[in-house]
């Protein structure tokens, strides 16, 4: 059920943004008003074969280094070293906790800035209140309500909970690690039973939530860079794009590698991922005539979406991520380790930080 409505809130958002895109647009093309900053759009740099060229290309690059990103987890679990319960894998994660945590606060938070703070944008109300940081700040508590309540449906739903964990020690038993959490090193699940235990099913809940967010973005910045008809700045975002989706999506990857999905579910996530930045980029091709980055419409439509993703990855990154693994039993019992991921969640946002300034 968690599922079906994570996906049909993915379908949802995808389709608002082409209803926003379009029509709205098309209405400030067609009504005569000034679209502002619309003289940026020509110079010498303007070239709209070269850059059609160049986003052709953008989609195919962007689309295998997604794929390459995401999948790396899920089918570096056969060697040994990279297991969930591993050292190494411990270390991994913590760089893309910190890959997450940076491209909240330095890709996501300052490109709505940007977009609700533009002079394209009345002073009233644009300019008087702080709709970037309200938007992000209650789009943080709306995740946490979703978190929770959707770990309380799956606990009831699963009768993960209370009594029934003395039915479940009656039938064989798995030992799996816990991923998050403060409880204790090792879970019991029921095979006979088939019922996940409260560990394995936060995972799942995070997979979901995160991919959400990030697919938020995704789509997004595509918009942004298919409506762009200036290839120099397309030329260095191809790159810098490339190596974001990478480390983005080697984050998401392990995440739904702890959330033990089948194959069905895992290859759902992974297309939802690897697809949503080149759709963005089509979408922005075809709406090329009619799209204007900086009409009011556009501004706050996409400023918004970019607040309310940003709340949700910090939220994600620092609260089901960072903090659950560092104050975990993993890290908590081994402080070489703990020092080795401090290490990784730096340079994870330190490289994304860097990357900021190309995308």
């Known amino acids: 059920m968690a599922s079906s409505t994570s996906h049909a809130v993915l379908l949802l958002l995808l389709l608002l943004l082409v209803l926003f895109a379009y029509p709205l647009a098309a209405n ?3 009504s005569g008003v000034k679209q502002c900053g619309s003289e940026s759009r020509s110079g010498s740099c303007q070239n709209k074969h070269e850059a059609l060229r160049l986003k052709l290309i953008a989609i195919a690059c962007i689309l295998v280094g997604s794929l390459v990103g995401v999948c790396l987890p899920l089918v570096s679990r056969s060697v040994s070293v990279f297991r969930p319960d591993s050292n190494p894998f411990a270390l991994v994660k913590a760089f893309a906790s910190g890959v997450i945590l ?5 890709h996501v938070l300052p490109d709505s800035f940007d977009d609700l703070s533009s002079e394209c944008l009345p002073d009233q109300p644009w300019h008087k209140f702080p709709f970037t940081t309200f938007v992000a700040m209650m789009s943080a508590v709306f995740t946490l309500a979703v978190d929770s309540l959707m770990m309380s449906s799956r606990c009831r739903r699963k009768a993960c909970c209370g ?5 479940q020690e009656k039938g064989s038993r798995a030992v799996v690690p816990v991923a ?10 029921s095979e006979k039973d088939g019922v ?20 938020v973005h995704s789509v997004v910045i595509g918009l942004s860079m298919g409506a762009s008809e200036n290839p120099c700045t397309i030329r ?11 480390f983005e999506g080697m984050g998401l990857g392990g995440c739904i590698l702890l959330a033990e999905y089948k194959l069905k579910m895992k290859a759902i996530l992974v297309f939802f991922f690897a697809t949503t930045t080149p759709f963005g980029i089509a979408l922005g091709i075809a709406l090329t005539n009619v799209y204007r980055e900086n009409s009011p419409t556009a501004l706050i439509v996409v400023g918004l979406l970019n607040a ?6 910090n939220y994600m990154a620092l609260v089901d991520l960072l903090s659950a693994d560092f104050m975990g039993p993993k890290l908590q019992s081994n402080v070489k380790l703990q020092m ?3 290490g990784a969640v730096l340079l994870g946002a330190g490289g994304m930080s860097v990357m900021a300034m190309w995308a």
């Open 196 to 215: 996940l235990d409260s560990a394995l099913q936060r995972n799942r809940v995070i997979a979901q939530v995160l991919e959400l967010g990030i697919v």
């Open 102 to 106: 940076a491209t909240g606060y330095m």
């Open 236 to 246: 260095p975002l191809v790159a810098a794009l490339c190596f974001h989706q990478l």
């Open 308 to 313: 309310c993703s940003a709340g949700l990855l």
């Open 340 to 342: 080795w991921a401090y």
């Open 163 to 167: 009594a029934e964990f003395g039915d």
């Open 28 to 30: 400030e093309e067609n």
């Open 180 to 189: 998050h959490g403060h409880g204790n090193g090792a879970v019991i699940l």
